[in-house]
């Protein structure tokens, strides 16, 4: 199975497997299960958008990315969860791995101009900076895998 | 279920398991330390000294030159001492950090399992106990509010800076310096300069090869004529110390010294007898402390130790002085110089590493402006110059460490002293070992020190540095001396470790001196050396007025006027050699083959019968690169060759033209070089691989080049293989190395690869880049790849003029810093930089008092 195959069975509007809305309607109790399933419709159009139309997928997108980077400040726990974000809002599960990765070169981008004043040190922090780089690019496109998820 | 549920929940599964395993793992922890934007590693590559900053003792400013010389200046020396304490700080916190651990017995904390028998060596000999009897007996001095100043500085760099990249890499954060750390650094460096034990390891060797092979290869004193204090030269001024109490009362010490040695030339010429009869102040014969009575003496105090101790010695062999430390030193007065004010040389030969073991500091305060380099974690200029002088230091060799063995009670608890049993001094220490289990140590000492024990074997250990010292308070005076008067007042306080003093100052006065507290012994009210192992129990040979981890009070040490000195010498170099051929008091017997002293002599000798020298004439000189050994050995190979030449191999002939064309000189680009830094190794092992295998030995027990190169050929280790068939064999057995080695010529070889920083192996990047060097062990340019050993600094210094220094790397231990490494290369090139008593630089910190 390639990802070009994952990928159109993940969208929203193919998708017949509803378990987890199922449950989540289960739980929502007052309103009537029309008025859910519309909500839930709402949510899946919304990200539909934000996956297809060129304008809203790019703001989610660029949100994506810098939501990303404030995570990966912290902790090394937001590589991944960049890469997820971007994965998320891509169109197809290999948009989505290919967006992780892009997320990758732009964190790296980001963390030269960091330590821009001492970058030839840090680049020659061998084998350290293999892992650096290699967590950069390969953890988010490890978290961009959740496109094949939702 | 459907294909695509099936699909998510594995692509689920795949995303949670990849999640939780890396964070669980030892991969998480890396990326704690290393991860893009968030990795704790990057705060400190980044590192940038506040530029504001409160001093609790006053105001005061720190600029920092060109290659990160830290220049203080302040009114108030504790404001200055604080900002030294600062910088240092902030420049080479994991260096303070690590030889502090590392003498407290606290490497394993950090390192895990591979430290642990370090740390129960330093936690047995209680240096910690030492240090602290030493603070006590100090802080009442004047100089002791600097010590705490400087502790102070250190840990306000702690609390406000960004720690080094090792803390972040090792995950750990420094204790607070204490004034005790600093005096602990000192007692580190003299033990690294003072501490062995020949006498054990001499006794392991005599039982094991027997007396006669031990006394040709470890002669007690090498057969030359090149001592510090050179019988008959007229250059070395007033000379004491020597010759006997009462020659010197009766006449100046200088004449003294050339008349004896006239009457007596080469009075120690022959091997193994010891320091010459000229010594004969010790009531001893040299053969009566021949190796074979050290074992007899031995046996009189426990039957269980008197056939040698492997396992003891070979515990005890790692964590004594490194091979090869050593040092270069000379003054030539301004009679010699082209300016007419006095050239002091010195390069101490120590542990090269990463980054430097010196530090260069400058300090200026109402008190003094003094320049030159000391360790990390001590406040005071150890080596340098001020205004009025400049001043140097080489290693004696002298014998301040004492071996016992003592009587045992049947379950080993009590030793006998004097007629009683005596219970141990004993304190029971725990080890923390990283990643492993924690060790419990029982520190055992008896009246003469730490008693150690491997496998059934024991020694009480004496040694100067384990009483209160009071070399910090000396240093500090030196730093401040106004003149030669001044020095030599300070120097009667510079208690260990023993060391060669060279100083000269701006009014043309010159000065050498033998400073340390110099033991002397008796039995029976006769004087005796101090290399053999002396029978506790009995009391035997006790260094009067000693106090172990207390205060001593030297009654028993041999006075300072009577220490070999030269006062206005013109011309007087050091080299770690024999002091002198007829010192009044026995010094020691750990003294460096003359090679180095011999080569500068001769260089010293020819310069000045030329005229007045300059500063580059001494820099040529302390560059030099000719080894000795080469004309001492090749003429004789090249000869043996010759005779065998017709029916030899091609490959000999070759190698031995090649070597005959050779100038000696030990640079990377020669061939010839290479070919001879081989052979000699291999003549050493040939000459005696075959004798210590069957004798249990390894080439770590081997004798010096020079006991190799001077064996007659009669001897009996060229009893199986003549000395020419030797020589020819290890040419023979190095052309076979060289053709399985990627080597064409000596810098091939001849790397700065083993100068590593503590934690290289594991983190590379903190190494300094490899690249060719010259200079063998046995050149004045000094460096020995074997063990990372050689020219750890050199200073070139008229004093109050013109001097010249550089460091084996850079100023700062901050990896991310231009001057980590940015004088490596000079080094090796032998070039130098201007060391000026100028401030110069960049405010980089402005210190505001707190009261103002």
Redesign the interface.
Known sequence: ?TSEE?GP??SSEN???R?PDDEFESRAGGESPADRRDAVDQVRGAVSRIRTQPGPHRVAVVVAVVVG?GL?????????LGGMLVGFVARTLRRALLAGLGFGVV??A??AV??A??LG??L??????Y???G??LGLPT??A??R??? | MSENTTRRALLATVLGAGTVGLAASDVGSLLEKFAPLSGDTWDAVDRDVSGEATNPYGSATIKRDDVGIPHVEAEDERAAYFAVGYVQGFDRLFQLDIQRRQLRGQLSEIAGEATVESDEFHVKMDFVGAAEATWDRMAETSHAPLVRAFADGVNAAIENEELLIEFQVLGHEPAPWTPVDTILLEKQIAWTLTGNFDALRRERLTDALGAEIVSDLFPTTYDHDVPVLRPGDDALGDVGGVGGTTARQSEPASRRLRTGSAAQPNADQTSGTGPSDGDSSTGETGQSDRPGSTSETSSSASDDSTNGSDELVDWLAQFESPPGVGSNSWVVSGEYTDSGTPIVANDPHLSLMTPPIWYEQHVVTSETNVRGVTFPGVPFVIIGANEDGAWGFTNVGADVLDCYRYELDEDGSRYRYQGEWREFDTEEHEIAVADGENRTVTVRKTVHGPFLEREGEHVGVAWTGLTATRTSQSIYEIGRSEGLDDVLDSLETFDEPTQNVVYADADGRTCYYTTGQLPQRTIDGEPVRGDRIFDGSAGEAEWAGYEPYGEATWEGFVPFDEKPHAIDPDRLATANQRVADDPTHYVGTAYAAPYRGGRIYDRLDELTAEGATTLDDHAAVQTDRVDPRAAQLVPALVAAVDRVAEEGDRRIVEASDLLDDWDYEMAPDSEAALVFARWVDNLVETVCEPRFEDAGLDDSDYPSDWAVATLPADSQLFESMSRTATLIGALEATLSELDGAEWETYGDYNTTAPIEHPFGGQAAFLNYDVHPIGGSRATINNYRVDSAVGSSTRLLAHPGGEARTILPGGNSGDYSSDHYDDQFEEWIAGEYRLLTLDIVGETIVSFEGESS
């Open positions: 199975m994952l069975t993940n998708d017949g497997d378990r980077l990966a400040w912290f902790h090394w726990l937001g590589l991944l964190l790296l980001v963390f960091t330590v004043g001492s040190q840090t020659a922090m061998t084998p350290p900076i892992l650096t780089i967590a950069a490890f978290g895998l959740v094949g998820v939702v």
